[in-house]
């Protein structure tokens, strides 16, 4: 067992790692009544074969349908009854299941999602029955097209690799799940050296890592590595037409990974081009010509690989020249540099972000689970927010050069279009 015991701002980070690999990680704030408890599996969608697609979601699902002393009503009323409350998240390469409660029910929420974690029946029954519910799911997200056009992106830009799938699944695939392959899927990848407990609120470290000890059992060993992250062209584009009222669109260029040297200044590039009202392609794209209600950008940031990407809605008689306003800007950031004046917004924007979202005691939480498993360590805010007044207009400049490359990027349009709209970009 090693501890590292730091204290940094207002709070105390500890961690704990126990003889069988699992880590526990706290973040004390002395300040509040509460705790966001998570636990986090290095295990997300892109662990999955073709035939596995959906299943990390789906499990997320059946965990909270029954164990061997709680049914499904009593998950769901086991904390909130005491005033607190569970979820889960699925992401491409994490789960996430989290309590949130008052500090004085620390030991109810530790054993309710042992419980759930490791003590799953996975009956038939409640298989069967919630295969429907997650269809009902993806028909849903199939039926929302500002949903769907970032699954239709991510199969335009990663292929057939499994980064390119939706986290979801399909229809046929999770209807046809039979019951060995979600078993075998979570004794393989649910273990010991792949899993963080991570707290961050009024929590007692010592106490917290003695219930872990006592309540979550795993296998030792880590979940097998997922698949290296490679795309199948450099470039590609394409159009899913439907009846819709609007023309989406997504497209994106090859970016970083999570622990890469240049992400701070990859923040501050996509806060600067599409993070806001105050953003140039919200100002250009929908206050001074009107052509779209949503636009914005965004980052991917994977362990091995990630994308920078942009996404608007419009009229599809617009679609070419929403779309060229957006290119320009990209190639004009391959140009000049940011006056300092701007680039210093920029960078107290996303300061400003982050201290704001850090006042949240489960923001603390996800960003600590998340480190764990992508760095190893703890960075601290201090550290975080060093690094955003670092970056410079010349950091800004070499990024957009490295980003910026046309013959890599992906485009994906939804809705009524007219293709030769793109032909000049495609």
Not at 66 to 90: D, H, P, V
């Amino acid at each position: 067992m090693a501890r590292r015991p730091s204290q940094t701002e207002n709070t105390v980070y500890n961690k704990t790692v126990l003889k069988n690999g699992l880590r526990v990680v706290t973040e004390k704030m002395p300040s509040v009544r509460s705790i966001s408890l998570g636990v986090w599996l290095d295990v997300g969608s892109r662990n999955e074969s073709a035939e596995e697609n959906g299943l990390s979601h789906f499990i997320e699902h059946m965990l909270f349908k029954g164990t061997k002393t709680r049914t499904a009503r009593q998950i769901a009323a086991s904390l909130e009854s005491i005033g607190g409350g569970l979820n889960a998240f699925t992401s491409r390469e994490q789960t996430c299941y989290v309590a949130r409660i008052l500090d004085e029910h620390l030991n109810i929420a530790v054993d309710v999602l042992a419980d759930m974690v490791c003590n799953s029946t996975l009956s038939p029954v409640n298989l069967g029955r919630e295969k429907k519910v997650i269809c009902e799911e993806i028909k849903e997200s199939l039926d929302t097209p500002t949903d769907y056009i970032h699954d239709l992106f991510a199969r335009t830009f990663w292929g057939k690799h499994p980064l390119g799938r939706p986290i979801m699944g399909s229809i046929r695939n999770i209807s046809q799940m039979p019951r060995h392959r979600v078993t075998g899927y979570l004794k393989r990848n649910y273990r010991a050296g792949s899993t963080v407990i991570a707290a961050s609120g009024f929590v007692p470290h010592d106490r917290l890592v003695k219930l872990v000890r006592g309540k979550f059992r795993f296998d030792e060993g880590a979940a097998p590595a997922p698949v290296t992250a490679a795309r199948d062209r450099n470039r590609n584009i394409i159009f899913k037409e439907d009846d819709n009222q609007q023309t989406h669109l997504c497209l994106g260029f090859p970016g970083l990974d999570y622990a890469a040297d240049g992400k701070t200044a990859a923040l501050v590039l996509s806060l600067y081009l599409g993070g806001g009202m105050s953003s140039v392609l919200f100002q250009k794209i929908r206050e001074d010509r009107g052509l779209a209600y949503t636009v914005y950008t965004f980052m991917d940031f994977y362990r091995d690989s990630g994308l920078f990407g942009a996404y608007l809605g419009t009229d599809h008689r617009r679609l070419k020249e929403a779309a060229d306003i957006m290119l320009a800007e990209f190639a004009r950031m391959k140009k000049r540099r940011l006056a300092p004046g701007t680039l210093e917004k920029a960078k107290n924007q996303l300061k400003g972000n982050i201290v704001l979202g850090m006042e949240a005691t489960q923001s603390r939480m996800n960003r600590l689970g998340r480190q764990e498993l992508m760095y190893g360590e703890f960075r601290t805010l201090e550290r975080t927010l060093k690094e955003i007044d670092r970056v410079s207009s010349s950091d800004i400049l070499e990024l957009s050069n490295r980003l910026f490359d046309t013959d890599r990027m992906a485009i994906a349009v939804l809705g009524p279009a007219d293709r030769k709209a793109l032909n000049h970009v495609g």
